[in-house]
């Protein structure tokens, strides 16, 4: 897909895709939290129930941040977290917003690619679910990690760390070498 995202010129000549061909249906409960706890070494039952929980928690705030900002379309659609997880992996190593013309640019570039990569296409709708709610908790962590960073220098260096590996896994390239643009991400 990252090769689909930075294609000069995608975003611009090809015809716009719907957001839905990016949905998915969600199962009935989330589907990474419980694994993600179970995996967790050194906890006991408790305290993987614990994560369990703050796992969930950050999922579902950004269910609430979405439904806040009147953007519903981009819960439980993978364009939208891939656009998520690209933002806040940007703010976390440069401090900056994207502007909304920056993010539909993006948004729309990621749809398009998202769209020509077959893979993605033959994707059940549990394989997107898994990979929505990766994309979403990591970002949310390399987000709650530098918030913690005025009080613990070693948390801003993770938070730096989990942005920039998460940024350079979906594009392909280091963030030093890509610029959001109206139309999607130029790169250097």
Avoid: C, W
């Avoid at 039952?45 to 579902?60: C, D, F, I, P």
């Avoid at 917003?97 to 296409?121: C, M, V, Y």
């Amino acid at each position: 897909m990252s090769q689909q995202i930075t294609r000069p010129g995608a975003a611009a000549t090809s015809k716009p895709q719907p957001l839905a061909i990016s949905a998915f249906k969600p199962a009935e409960n989330r589907m990474l939290p419980a694994r993600m706890a179970g995996a967790q070494p050194g906890l006991d039952g408790a305290q993987k129930k614990e994560m369990e929980a703050v796992y969930v928690q950050l999922l579902n705030s950004y269910d609430s941040l979405m439904d806040n900002n009147d953007e519903a379309r981009l819960k439980n659609n993978v364009a939208g977290a891939v656009m998520y997880a690209l933002m806040i992996s940007h703010y976390v190593l440069s401090g900056e917003e994207l502007s909304a013309q920056q993010q539909d640019g993006l948004l729309d570039s990621i749809n398009r690619a998202l769209f020509s990569t077959p893979a993605f296409k033959s994707m059940t709708d549990a394989h997107k679910q898994e990979l929505y709610e990766a994309l979403i908790l990591n970002a949310n962590m390399a987000l709650a990690l530098q918030e913690e960073g005025p009080q613990d220098q070693d948390r801003e260096a993770d938070a730096q760390d989990l942005a920039g590996t998460l940024f350079t896994q979906l594009i392909g390239r280091d963030h030093s070498k890509v610029q959001f643009t109206a139309t999607g991400l130029r790169l250097y």
